[in-house]
């Protein structure tokens, strides 16, 4: 392989496919370690092991090849029956594994992989020889995604980001009055703190040149780059985004068939419109121009949602790394987990799979470590001692709700409200008037832990906001019911795709903005004589339910022009109330552009109108300023 571009998608073609390989010896391991007769497994594991040292050999990757070698001979005695599987050779072989994602993140940097570590390297050989294992270093588990910034985002400056997106000035500057704030979460102790719970940073995939590729076929070792000469025991797994997609070829044909009728159906426009500037104006003309519209209309559609689900993915894929990770842990705190999964085929957005895995992380984590008890506590309880903690998608209408559930000790609200006020995130006042459900929501407080000592595992109270964080980015939300003595359940709920979103066009002054239409209810009148004015704040009576009456001017800062006859009823989380506006521009679904480099508190994304007006897509949850205490 002297091309360039052609050793490139080799060296590509084998880490992706040999990553996917991997995870499934993963997996396979896993179900060796409760099957260890299983002759079938065995099989599977030692070709998955033979097949990758194959591909890395052609690649002149010496120490993968001889780090695969090792593994693949242990396999071959186990085959042989001259071993047999128990908890310490298991913990060897899956550290191989990790050794192994260490040499694939070299390798996809262009460089050659350091060699194994000489204590893995020995505990792989005493295990060859039948000998006793060294006892080996107990297997991290992955690090906590990263705490937000705590950093309040700066105040919406609204003429400003009109100007830049549209060229055209907002309103006049005395018309623009201050925005209010919005409480900002609270940081971490320490910055230290807050790091040692973060995780590598995902790095992009790095582009591989000629030079480096013909220098002795990727003759550098990872030691070479600077930055990656910190000792093996201090390494980190590193994951790289994936910026390929496998597409079933079923669902390009209909895309591309779907591409041909538009072409027909834009022929059949083209001479109409000919027709029509010739003249033509009679009844069948104008019948034919409508059915075309309307049959372009269906065939957008239907393409907009064939190119939609060559983004989806089954989110088995993301699931099948966290019985590893469930596995290890139980291991590092003394006990029995059996994490069960179910809905591996349940398909999502592949960008929501990527996004999804830092906060799935930290609920399995939670399961095994707050959740589950030791042993002799489960025994004393009259249960199994191995727990299970139980890993579901499914889904519901146009979402995807998964489950994390555990059979564990459950959680007290009462207890929950005590340490909330211990650690003064909330006051006694408010703690007193909180409902069981309420308490529990505690517990996405930033800084909340009911550990008093702080571990390797948690402790640092910087866990489950940021899960709330994370999955609030995906138009998300984040549900949890838990009963002393049975147990704790949370659930995810997400929409099948991040990329189209249904939204309400409402009118202010002669500006629109996009509302998601999941949290609109209804449209009502606003009518003056039934305002009721409670403490100085305006509500209105709804079919027996007093809700707050929202103005939109208010909320963005704009003066307002006037009363309003014209109200959303929406509900956000477990808020209702009435959003009063100008008017209304209809109904859509529109395509989320992001404003990642500058992006106001309150506006989630911009769009563009079908008359071509740039849209803001409001946060309205942001705007509100919602209490983590109430969603």
Known sequence: MNDFAGMEELLQDFLQESSEMLSDVDSKLLSLEQSPNDSGLLNDIFRGFHTIKGGAGFLNATELVTLCHLTENIFDRLRNGQLHVDAEIMDSILAATSEIRHMFSALNQGVQPNPAPAELTATLQAVL?????????TLAPPSAPEAPSALAAPKPDWNALFQALTGTPGPPPSSV???PTVSAAPVPATASEAAQDAPTPHPAPVEIDEARLKASAFGRRASDIPGNNAPSGGRREESVKENT??????????????????????????????????GAADTNTLRALDEAVNQLDMLVVSLQNSVMKTRMQPIGRLFKKFPRLARDLARQLGKEVELVLSGEETEIDKTMIEDLNDPLVHLIRNAVDHGVEDPPQRSAAGKPVRSTVQLQARQIGDHINITIADDGKGMSPEVIRSKAIEKGLISPEVASSLDDSQCLELIFLPGFSTKDQISSVSGRGVGMDVVKTNIKKLNGTVSIHSEPGKGTELTISLPLTLAILPVLLVRLGGQSFAVPLSMVREIISIQQENLQHVGGKANIVLRGEVLPLVSLAHMIGWEESGASEVGVLMHVENHSFILSVDGFDGHDDVVIKSMDTFRPKGVAGVTMSSDGEIVLILDIKELLGIAPTNG
């Open 245 to 278: 997609i496998r597409v079933d070829t079923d669902r390009l044909d209909q895309v591309l068939n779907l591409s041909g009728e538009i072409g027909l159906t834009k022929n059949r426009l083209t001479q109409l419109r000919t027709d029509i500037l010739l």
């Open 129 to 137: 020889e039948g000998q006793p294992v060294p006892q080996a270093k």
């Open 177 to 179: 009055a201050s925005t």
